[in-house]
């Protein structure tokens, strides 16, 4: 079953890379009393999730953070070493927080997981944009296959957000 708008995210356990390597964190914990923009991408690296997703939300960095959002975060079916570097090779480590999901546990307990066995990828996170409230989703856009990425664009996160804060 997918998650939808008014629920609450499922726990699962991220790992992040701190100052003295990768730590896990649990959602319930990440979430707890901010508001969160989170995406997920299919992978790291990949042509849609390097070239316009994650810099769509870099772009409007701004425009979320005026809009009350506390944090933005980016999700993937990867694990940290690659996030680590994506976020520096993009420079989106000050401002994006990468969620490493390298089990695929919170992209499967969400219902947003897609196989993409068949083309190599494995099991990974379906493209996805939401805006999490204390652990709530109060918006939610999924895209429907990747590479597309209008649904779960910053750009339509950012118009969506105005009156759900």
């Given at each position: 079953?997918t998650?939808?708008?008014?629920?609450?995210?499922?726990?699962?356990?991220?790992?992040?890379?701190g100052?003295?390597?990768?730590?896990?964190?649990?959602?319930s914990?990440?979430?707890?009393?901010k508001?969160?923009?989170?995406?997920?991408?299919?992978?790291?690296?990949?042509?849609?999730?390097h070239?316009?997703h994650?810099?769509?939300?870099?772009?409007?960095m701004?425009?979320?953070?005026?809009?009350?959002?506390?944090?933005?975060?980016?999700t993937?079916?990867?694990?940290?070493?690659v996030?680590?570097?994506?976020?520096?090779d993009?420079?989106?480590?000050?401002?994006?927080?990468?969620?490493?999901d390298?089990?695929?546990?919170?992209?499967?307990?969400?219902?947003?997981?897609?196989?993409l066995?068949?083309?190599?990828?494995?099991?990974?996170?379906?493209?996805?944009?939401?805006?999490?409230?204390?652990?709530?989703?109060?918006?939610?856009?999924i895209?429907?296959?990747?590479?597309?990425?209008?649904?779960?664009?910053?750009?339509?996160?950012?118009?969506?957000?105005?009156?759900?804060?």
């Amino acid at each position: 079953m997918t998650i939808k708008v008014g629920d609450r995210l499922p726990e699962a356990t991220f790992t992040v890379m701190g100052a003295e390597g990768p730590k896990p964190v649990k959602a319930s914990e990440f979430f707890a009393g901010k508001k969160v923009a989170l995406f997920a991408v299919p992978g790291a690296y990949t042509p849609t999730c390097h070239q316009k997703h994650l810099p769509g939300f870099l772009n409007h960095m701004q425009d979320l953070k005026s809009k009350g959002v506390d944090t933005v975060a980016c999700t993937a079916v990867n694990d940290i070493f690659v996030l680590d570097f994506w976020a520096k090779d993009t420079g989106s480590g000050d401002s994006v927080v990468m969620l490493a999901d390298g089990s695929a546990k919170f992209a499967k307990a969400t219902g947003l997981e897609i196989d993409l066995t068949d083309h190599g990828l494995g099991v990974r996170s379906k493209r996805y944009a939401m805006l999490v409230d204390d652990g709530v989703v109060k918006v939610l856009n999924i895209d429907d296959a990747p590479p597309v990425h209008d649904k779960s664009s910053a750009e339509t996160l950012c118009s969506m957000i105005g009156d759900r804060l």
